[in-house]
């Protein structure tokens, strides 16, 4: 199952993989073109998407929010 709840209605699974990539670019480049962290701290992050996921709003702008998961896609 995605992580990515696509909440927007002409947006495809595929281009919300490319627009996650582009967004990742644009955080890097906003925090002064380097993120580091280790891979303990992304193992517990994915951990705790067990019971989280990530939204994706595509409109006029592009929104991504951490939000509980719903039941049913548990």
């Known amino acids: 199952m995605s992580k990515i709840l696509n909440l927007s209605k002409h947006t495809s699974d ?5 627009l996650t990539n582009l967004l990742l670019f644009h955080l ?7 993120i580091q962290f280790k891979l303990e701290d992304a ?6 998407l067990t019971t989280k ?3 994706m709003q595509v409109g006029d702008e592009v929104r991504l929010r951490i939000i509980d998961r719903l039941p049913e896609l548990s």
Not at 28 to 34: A, K, L, N, P
């Open 53 to 55: 996921m990530v939204q």
């Open 14 to 18: 595929e281009d919300l993989q490319h």
């Open 28 to 34: 890097v480049e906003q925090c002064g073109g380097q």
């Open 43 to 48: 193992h517990r992050i994915r951990e705790s």
